[in-house]
């Protein structure tokens, strides 16, 4: 299988903060969410993978260069969107076209109009008196414009509505229809990642808890409810994480672990990292 990114025991130190020994792979013609809570090293390990900064230990290795010797015409091979404010403000789209074009060789500035065109965004204004969501969509649409083969995205669709969320994600899941193409984007919003992502990446405090298969996690793990004296019966290797209240017990569990009789509903994404951060608090 080849490999659009792959991290082996990637470490960065802070003071007060380790990113430690994080590996992890992403196939080409799939999408990765990295998923954790506020401040688990989602960035930086996106920094780190940018070679934005310095890693203390560790590969990291895009479409199959080391990210340190990274050449011009790799750059130009990857997508970044950090955050919205990439473009001067009084910038319209055709100034960002005429500035893209002399950064990328692989510019191509009809699929940039044709982007923001599908993205309505206005031809005459400048990015200053773009909203929050016009902005996140210029970025996409020039991240989207230079034949990227690997988009990276940190927090590419938050604070966007719901409508031009699925407008993005459309986006994405048509990039990724050409097979050489991969996705890595982080995100607090789970329900989005679980719809388009074919790979789930987990980073609590700066380890990852796992990188799995987004099919297999939700097909492996359920939400078993039932009265203490059952639960006390199960094979505690079966529990991922639970909480008692006055109704019972509610744990995320390995669905094939539980005997049959009990009732295991289906988990979502939100709800394996809710348990695991819960089991996993020190
Ligand atoms: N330049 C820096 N110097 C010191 N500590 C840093 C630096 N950059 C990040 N950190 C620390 O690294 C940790 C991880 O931060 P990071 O931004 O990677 O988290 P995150 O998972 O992206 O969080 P969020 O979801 O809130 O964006 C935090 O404790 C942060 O304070």
Redesign the pocket.
């Known amino acids: 299988m080849e490999l659009a990114l792959e991290l082996k025991n990637v470490t960065k130190r802070?003071?007060?903060?380790t990113?430690d020994a994080v590996s992890f792979s992403l196939p080409r013609g799939c999408i990765m969410g990295l998923i954790?809570?506020?401040?688990?090293?989602?960035?930086?390990?996106i920094r780190l993978i940018l070679d934005l900064?310095g890693k203390d230990e560790g590969t990291i290795t895009l479409l199959g260069e080391d990210s340190r010797d990274a050449s011009k015409a790799l750059r130009e091979k990857i997508g970044v969107v950090m955050d919205e404010s990439c473009f001067p403000e009084n910038f319209t789209l055709r100034d960002v076209d005429s500035v893209m074009k002399r950064v990328y060789h692989s510019w191509v500035s009809e699929e940039f109009f044709a982007m923001a065109h599908r993205f309505s965004l206005p031809d005459k204004k400048i990015v200053k008196d773009y909203s929050h969501g016009m902005k996140m969509k210029l970025a996409i649409a020039a991240a989207l414009s230079h034949r990227a083969e690997l988009l990276i995205l940190?927090?590419a669709t938050s604070g966007l509505d719901p409508v031009v969320r699925e407008e993005i994600l459309d986006v994405f899941l048509e990039f990724i229809q050409d097979e050489s193409h991969s996705i890595l984007l982080?995100s607090?919003i789970l329900s989005d990642l679980q719809k388009v992502c074919d790979y789930i990446t987990f980073?609590h405090r700066?380890k990852v808890l796992f990188s799995r298969g987004k099919d297999e996690l939700l097909e492996s793990y359920g939400i078993l409810k039932c009265s203490p004296e059952e639960f006390s019966r199960i094979d505690k290797f079966a529990v991922a994480g639970y909480r008692e209240s006055k109704f019972g017990v509610e744990a995320l569990v390995l669905r094939d672990k539980i005997p049959s009789g009990l009732v295991v509903d289906r988990a979502g994404i939100e709800d394996i990292m809710l348990y695991y951060v819960k089991e996993n608090v020190q």
């Open positions: 802070y003071d007060g903060f990113l954790g809570e506020n401040g688990a090293g989602k960035s930086t390990t900064i940190d927090e982080s607090h980073i700066g």
